[in-house]
């Protein structure tokens, strides 16, 4: 374990014969950068039942399960974010058995999605990305 010098400890992966060039780091946002107040099938409930639609969390968690079963993507398609989204929850819906209502629902949870999850960032996140953009200009 290394510290970062400002009390922030992490491993760092280095061969005494060699220097590593980062180029950058990715993150995967939820669970590691930021947790949600709510699970993504209460977010789902929470906003099915804003829209008069009533499933429970049960349905909603099988229908997640399913979704990510039916909706594998090789990494060589071309989705944009938004539109990635709209398919997922419109898919969702459609385990659900939510299929005729509003055509723009799957939308309409996108859009509502952040919001409703309530996120906060995780207490070392902020110091971590400090220091990294630091090291970066050095």
Avoid: C, Y
């Avoid at 590691?32 to 804003?50: D, S, W």
């Avoid at 229908?63 to 071309?78: D, H, P």
């Amino acid at each position: 374990m290394r510290d970062t010098g400002e009390g922030i400890p992490f491993k760092i992966p280095v061969r005494e014969d060699a220097r590593m060039i980062i180029a950058g780091i990715l993150f995967d946002l939820g669970g590691t950068l930021i947790q949600n107040k709510f699970t993504p099938p209460e977010i789902f409930k929470k906003i099915l039942e804003e829209n008069g639609i009533h499933v429970s969390e049960t349905d909603i968690s099988k229908a997640l399960v399913k979704t990510e079963e039916v909706l594998t993507f090789t990494g060589s398609e071309k989705i944009p974010p938004q539109n990635f989204w709209n398919l997922w929850d419109t898919q969702v819906l459609n385990f659900l058995g939510v299929t005729n209502s509003n055509p723009e629902l799957g939308s309409h949870i996108n859009e509502e999605w952040i919001e409703m999850s309530q996120p906060d960032v995780f207490p070392d996140v902020l110091p971590i990305m400090d220091f990294l953009k630091k090291k970066k200009n050095t």
